[in-house]
């Protein structure tokens, strides 16, 4: 059994002394090819919640459901672009009223099989507000979230009335508004179905999660390990082209970066700053650096009342003008922060609604005429800006290099100066109240690969993420208009007719897209990020 | 003895409740950890309600800590937000944290004590002046530093020993990270033995001992060490807990799924159940050893007796 002997060595070569290991691995990687059965031996983070669809918030615990369920559609790694998946189809006459098909013969790794009920029963539990499921937000454009989770006081309801099964392999959503792109939203891990057990036996299904996906879960050690193998029931066309995933839990990347360089661990997607300026050379070039779907940006307190004149939009305009994203995202971010000239991301693609260029002058350095924006809209708010950021983040380097650019901009060394909030929670804390005095870092990262996602939950009136409290009725009005189009080009159209006002308001200055960064070994290849800055593990080979 | 020994246990309660209503306090002086939860996004008010009651966020803070400490009686430490008991953590974590210290501890004793040892006896001499700067060395240089820096080395680019500890714990593995952990602790030690060896080595009894006509060795290792001691098991009894603490930084470095890692992340996440839990642990380590080394006196030093 020489692949059941190669797989063992993997395991040895983890654990032993890494002396014999190199010998090891080395002759085992001499034999040509690629291993179908190899492991790949993968850095990972301990997720924060427990692993429930709609529980899953972050990039740990996201990687794990993203490898172990596969949605209603699914998005292509490169384009972004949305996908039937489990979907056979999804349809409507008014964008607001769905009809969902399913693929017939579908199967859970557990054998039970994938119905329209695994679907309505995972959504009803998800935004019940007594599951306290993290992203039940997900479910408010579901008629009857209200009555599910109820801004306070119990449910009313155990269920939302908008869902509804026909047959086994067809169910109906009514939505509370127009949403035109709503299919195309389904690809992320809220939506994904649950068989049977999660039900039955809730706790047994924590320890080991079961889904329809590419791999299946095979043991789990908390905070430890966890291993994936290929599902074999699975029904999909991404299976996996490696034998499994390993992924192990490191507490500090440089301990997974030194684990990388000895040959311990082949796939390192928790790149430390620290190594990004030798990492090329480290690793003989084996490394990928590009946009992810984030947008960091710099918001401000619309609520506050000298914030929210004419002449603060000036000042804010100047603002924008005075950061030098070119220089900044070099030095202090190693190129792995590319500067953003609109408010979405490089990765949705010219047709998915990303424009280059569409903030305009606004988002080019231009310190003169900063300087005469900022005196011409009667200088800033409070004789200085303050730009807050949570300090158990790496925000204080870019934070003070921002400011900096501002404060030579206007030729004082006291213009601006960084505001460190002690943890991120605080930060939350103090954003969400509403107790910012000045301007405060924000991040979007996308939930799904669409232009909604970047302006809805950020900038209308009231929505949940609108950290600026900005409102524009003529935005609110576009963007209603957007969701309800037909077409999915004019759709896209609108929604940059919309955005293209906030490049005149600004409620939150566009400062760099995020990058996705990952190094891997000389045992694997075809390492490739997906737009959530994700690695696409069932791409990966091994030698 | 025995009522010296309840009378320490009795001193323990208070410190005990001291320290953890101290952790208590700063953990819920960091704010509402519900929000980060949510990520960058504003949390869903009903949802965030819901977490908030199950957690007994709402509660005063010293009900939420007279709830806690009620559970903790039953031996319920909580969970964390990920769903795990903080006992399950406890019961992974510490037998590793443990096993690293025991190794840490090891090398601490018998080559703190040897160097110091042979340095004391040999005053002046090359060994003695090697030792005296090699510790210099190590006391002026960060753990986190010594840490890296032999991972890089020995990890990395000479590939002798794994760069991280990894799972499941091996000696073997955690040799290098004990010798990190142990390494300020063993020029400390060293130098303290050195120095109480080489006074002693003057002092009468040692003196009458050789004139007795002893063996060297029977002098050196039962009249001049054995006396030589006492103010070293002091030091290692107080060490043991830093050493445990210490831990936090050479986990952290070598990947040890430990007390530090569990910390760590309870502290970032602001789960005071996991920080709180393992914090009061640590207490009870920190005292019990402290206790032990008093003890210790007793046996090394006949004149020191308990009533």
Not at chain 1, 72 to 91: E, G, M
Not at chain 1, 137 to 159: M, R, W
Not at chain 1, 343 to 362: E, I, M, N, Q, R
Not at chain 1, 463 to 482: C, E, G, T, W
Request: proline fraction near 5%; include cysteine; charged fraction near 15%.
């Amino acid at each position: 059994m020489p692949v059941a002997t190669r797989v063992r060595w993997a395991v040895i070569a983890a654990t032993s002394v890494a002396l014999v290991a190199t010998g090891c691995s080395s002759s085992s990687s001499s034999s040509s090819g690629t291993n179908a059965n190899g492991v790949v031996q993968a850095w990972w983070g301990d997720p924060q919640n427990p692993l429930e669809p709609v529980n899953t918030n972050e990039v740990n615990g996201g990687a794990v459901l993203n490898m172990i369920f596969t949605g209603l559609v699914s998005y292509d790694p490169k384009t972004s672009k949305a996908s039937n998946a489990n979907a056979d189809s999804i349809t409507s006459t008014d964008q607001q009223n769905w009809t969902v098909k399913l693929k017939p013969g579908w199967k859970f790794s557990d054998g039970t099989t994938v119905t329209a009920s695994s679907y309505v029963d995972a959504w009803n539990y998800g935004a019940l507000v007594t599951n306290k499921q993290v992203n039940a937000s997900f479910f408010q454009y579901v008629q009857g979230y209200n009555d599910v989770a109820p801004p306070t006081g119990a449910p009313t309801a155990q269920t939302m009335s908008g869902l509804k099964v026909v047959d086994d392999n067809t169910f109906t959503v009514a939505l509370s508004q127009k949403f035109s792109t709503w299919p195309q939203t389904l690809g992320y891990s809220a939506y994904y179905p649950v068989p049977k057990s999660f039900f039955t036996d809730h706790a047994a299904y924590l320890n080991k999660p079961v889904g329809n996906g590419p791999y299946l879960i095979q043991s789990w050690t908390r905070s430890q390990k966890m291993q994936l193998r290929p599902n074999t029931a699975y029904s999909g066309t991404n299976k996996p082209k490696n034998g499994g995933i390993d992924l192990k839990v490191y507490t500090d990347t440089n301990a997974a970066y030194a684990d990388l360089q000895s040959g311990n661990l082949d796939l390192d997607n928790g790149i430390p700053n620290s190594a990004l300026k030798t990492i090329q050379t480290d690793l003989n070039g084996r490394y990928i650096n590009e946009p992810a779907g984030i947008i960091q940006t710099i918001s401000f307190p619309l609520y506050q009342v000298d914030w929210n004149t004419d002449n603060a939009k000036l000042v804010r305009q100047g603002i924008s003008m005075a950061i030098d994203r070119a220089t900044i995202t070099k030095v202090v971010f190693t190129s792995t922060r590319t500067p953003a000239t609109d408010w979405t991301s490089p990765v949705l693609g010219d047709a998915g609604g990303y424009k280059a260029g569409l903030c305009g002058s606004v988002c080019n350095f231009d310190a003169a005429k900063a300087k005469q924006l900022i005196q011409q809209g009667g200088g800033i708010p409070g004789g200085q800006l303050t730009i807050s950021y949570n300090a158990d983040g790496p925000h204080k380097e870019w934070v003070d290099a921002v400011c900096n650019s501002i404060n030579n901009a206007m030729g004082d060394t006291k213009s601006c100066v960084g505001r460190p909030v002690g943890t991120f929670a605080d930060f939350r804390n103090q954003v969400t109240t509403k107790q910012m005095t000045g301007a405060f870092r924000t991040g979007w990262q996308m939930d799904y690969p669409l232009i909604q996602d970047f302006l809805q939950p950020v900038y209308t009136t009231g929505a949940s993420s609108n950290d600026s409290h900005y409102s524009n009725a003529q935005f609110d009005a576009l963007v209603s208009k957007a969701n309800a189009d037909a077409d999915v080009t004019q759709s896209v159209t609108d929604f940059q007719t919309a955005e293209k006002m906030l490049a005149t308001d600004l409620p939150a200055i566009p400062l760099w897209y995020q990058n996705g960064t990952a190094g891997w070994s000389s045992k694997v290849s075809n390492v490739m990020l997906d737009p959530f800055s994700v690695p696409v593990y069932s791409e990966i080979t091994v030698k | 003895m025995g009522r010296y020994v309840l009378r320490r246990l009795l001193q323990m309660i208070p410190v005990f409740i001291g320290t953890t209503f101290l952790i208590f306090v700063m953990v819920h002086a960091l704010g509402d950890p519900v929000n980060a939860l949510f990520g960058d996004k504003a949390p869903d008010p009903a949802v965030a309600a819901q977490i908030r009651a199950q957690y007994n966020l709402n509660d005063p803070l010293w009900l939420q800590y007279v709830k806690y400490m009620g559970n903790l009686f039953r031996w319920d430490f909580g969970t964390t937000f990920s769903g795990q008991t903080v006992t399950s953590l406890l019961a992974t974590a510490y037998p590793a944290t443990l096993k690293l210290t025991a190794v840490a501890f090891t090398i601490e004793v018998v080559f703190g004590i040897g160097f110091g040892l042979i340095s004391g006896l040999r005053r002046g001499g090359v060994a003695d002046n090697s030792v005296l700067i090699l510790t210099l060395v190590v006391i002026s240089i960060p753990t986190f530093v010594t840490g890296y820096v032999l991972q890089y080395l020995i990890g990395v680019k000479w590939g002798i020993v794994p760069a991280t500890a990894g799972d499941p714990l091996t000696l073997q593995s955690l040799l290098l990270p004990g010798i990190v952990l142990a390494s300020v602790s063993l020029a400390y030690v060293a130098r303290l033995t050195r120095t109480t060896v080489a006074e002693n080595s003057k002092a009468d009894y040692v003196r009458t001992a050789t004139a007795k006509g002893l063996p060297r060795r029977r002098v050196v290792i039962n009249h001049l060490l054995r006396n030589s001691l006492i103010p070293v098991v002091t030091f290692l009894g107080t060490d043991l807990g830093a050493l445990m603490g210490g831990a936090l930084v050479t986990e952290r470095i070598f990947n040890i799924h430990g007390v530090g890692f569990y910390l760590y992340q309870g502290i970032v996440r602001q789960n005071s159940n996991t920080v709180v839990g393992f914090v009061t642990i640590l207490v009870i380590v920190f005292l019990a050893a402290n206790l032990l080394v008093d003890l210790l006196y007793a046996v090394l030093d006949p004149r020191i007796r308990y009533a």
